[in-house]
C-alpha cells in the first residue's frame, strides 16, 4: 500500500513537524503542496492532507490543490490540520471538500500548535512549544493505527 502525505506548512512549521513524523512512521512519501500535481495521485492507494489554520479555515493552497483534483474513485484520504485555537472541527473542512472531490475519508487528526498569526503576535502567540513531543506521539498514533486499519 502507497501512501502520499501531501501538506502546506508556513509560520513556524508546525504542519510540517506533524507531517514528517506521520510520514516515516507509516513509511509514506512526504511532499509540499507547491510541488505536488494531479497526476502523482495515480500512483497512490491513500493520500493524507495536512494544513494549519488561517482566520479559520485550512490555508488557500491545500484548498485550491483539492478543489482543483478531478473526481477520483476509490481513493482514500485522511485530514491532519495544526492550530493555535484546537477547535475539533477544524478537519471537518478540508474533509468535506475530499469527499465533494470522490474521496472517502478515512480519518481526521487535529492539534494544537504554536501560532503568532495577526494580533496573537502581540502577546508573543499562544501554545507555545506546540506541537510537543506528546503531540507528536499521538500523530504517529494516528498514523499507525490508519495503516493497521487499511492492511
Known amino acids: 500500500m502507497k501512501i502520499l502525505i501531501i ?3 508556513v509560520h513556524h512549521q508546525n504542519t510540517l513537524k506533524v507531517a514528517d513524523v506521520m510520514a516515516q512512521s507509516i513509511e509514506a512519501d512526504l511532499i509540499d503542496v507547491s510541488e505536488a500535481n494531479q497526476d ?6 491513500v493520500v ?3 494544513s494549519g489554520i488561517y482566520y479559520g479555515k485550512p490555508h488557500k493552497k491545500i484548498r485550491r490543490f483539492i478543489e482543483g483534483l478531478i473526481k477520483q474513485e476509490n481513493k482514500k484520504a485522511f485530514v491532519f490540520i495544526t492550530s ?3 477547535k475539533a472541527n477544524y478537519p471537518q473542512n478540508l474533509s468535506n471538500i475530499l469527499v465533494e472531490r470522490g474521496f472517502e475519508v478515512i480519518g481526521e487528526y487535529h492539534t494544537k500548535a504554536f501560532d503568532t498569526w495577526g494580533y ?3 502577546i508573543g502567540g499562544i501554545n507555545k512549544g506546540r506541537p510537543n513531543q506528546e503531540d507528536l506521539q499521538k500523530a504517529e498514533d494516528f498514523a ?3 495503516k493497521e486499519r487499511l492492511y
Do not use: E
Not at 502523482?40 to 492507494?45: I, R
Open 48 to 50: 493524507g492532507f495536512g
Open 7 to 9: 501538506y502546506h506548512s
Open 120 to 122: 496573537l503576535k502581540l
Open 144 to 146: 499507525r493505527n490508519l
Open 40 to 45: 502523482m495521485l495515480d500512483d497512490y492507494d
Open 84 to 86: 493555535g485555537a484546537g
